[in-house]
Antibody, heavy 118, light 110 residues
Framework: EVQLVESGGDLVQPGGSLRLSCAAS????????INWVRQAPGKGLEWVAY???????YYAASVKGRFTISRDNAKNSVYLQMNRLRDEDTAVYYC????????????WGQGTLVTVSS | QSVLTQPPSASGTPGQRVTISCSGS????????VNWYQHLPGTAPKVLIY???ERPSGAPDRFSGSKSGTSASLAISGLQSDDEADYYC???????????FGGGTKLTVL
């Protein structure tokens, strides 16, 4: 059974840092791209970042230069390092498996909440 | 302001047919396939339609998708109370080099 489990969400002050993790199981992890998607309170879904390999990484303009996505295929995990956090980064963050590197996310985790507030 | 434009709300009575539109541009819908997601509060989003008009196994055949030019639409026939949810279209954008979502449409079953 395919499973994605996010962790690392927390309350952090503006300007602070946080690292999210996404642990995958039930499939050949190295063969799939993984994305982070977020949903701010009362807002819609917003794509954040994509990774297939170290040379195939993309970011949304709103996080580029502040967030870094990475993966460890030996640990079946993807990470999102979030620096210089802003109030508007407050959201539930989901990781999602990418079936075709074309916005087709066939499995999602349950999400982890990041709250940026002083 | 989302790159893909959806109506913020839609509604219908049980048994009716409802359509949700998604408007984009040449760099996203015009060049790439569209996927539709259903999102219930407190749960993970679920893909309903992929590659413009294909249904994953498990998705009811009451849901269908279409695409023409730079627009796409999701149709739900035989509306049921369980269909109350938020619906999002998504596509890759060649100019932005990223995935773009619509703003979401909240479907209410009256």
């Amino acid at each position: 059974e395919v499973q994605l489990v996010e962790s690392g969400g927390d309350l952090v002050q503006p300007g602070g840092s946080l690292r999210l993790s996404c642990a995958a199981s039930g499939f050949t992890f190295r063969n799939y791209a993984i994305n982070w998607v977020r949903q701010a309170p009362g807002k819609g879904l917003e794509w954040v970042a994509y990774i297939f390999s170290a040379s195939s990484i993309y970011y949304a303009a709103s996080v580029k230069g502040r967030f870094t996505i990475s993966r460890d295929n030996a640990k079946n995990s993807v990470y999102l390092q979030m620096n210089r956090l802003r109030d508007e980064d407050t959201a539930v963050y989901y990781c999602a498996r990418d079936l075709n590197s074309n916005s087709l996310f066939d499995y999602w985790g349950q999400g982890t909440l990041v709250t940026v507030s002083s | 302001q989302s790159v893909l434009t959806q109506p913020p709300s839609a509604s219908g009575t049980p048994g009716q047919r409802v359509t949700i539109s998604c408007s984009g541009s040449n760099s996203n819908i015009g060049s790439n396939t569209v996927n539709w997601y259903q999102h219930l509060p407190g749960t993970a989003p679920k893909v309903l339609i992929y590659n413009n008009n294909e249904r994953p196994s498990g998705a009811p055949d009451r849901f269908s998708g279409s695409k023409s030019g730079t627009s796409a639409s999701l149709a739900i026939s035989g509306l049921q109370s369980d269909d109350e949810a938020d619906y999002y279209c998504a596509a890759w954008d060649d100019s932005l080099k990223g995935v773009v979502f619509g703003g979401g449409t909240k479907l209410t079953v009256l």
